[in-house]
């Protein structure tokens, strides 16, 4: 696995970020941003909230 120079991120992580990205984007549309939790954009994306330093900056957006 080779990070890309961009972001730091393997073709998967890219792929994951994207997709929580669009997911986040649908939610907030539909519900409004007090209406979307952390835990529902997770389970959309289907990723899980894991410690990891990958993932580490989801949180914030909250």
């Avoid at 929580?20 to 409004?32: D, K, N, S």
């Avoid at 979307?36 to 954009?41: A, F, I, N, R």
Wanted: glycine share 8%; no cysteine.
């Amino acid at each position: 696995m080779t990070a890309t120079r961009s972001t730091g991120l393997t073709a998967r992580g890219a792929r994951t970020r994207e997709r929580i990205i669009e997911v986040t984007a649908t939610l907030v549309f539909r519900q409004g941003a007090a209406g979307t939790s952390l835990d529902e954009v997770m389970a959309e994306a289907a990723v899980s909230k894991s410690p990891s330093p990958n993932t580490a900056h989801l949180g914030q957006i909250w």
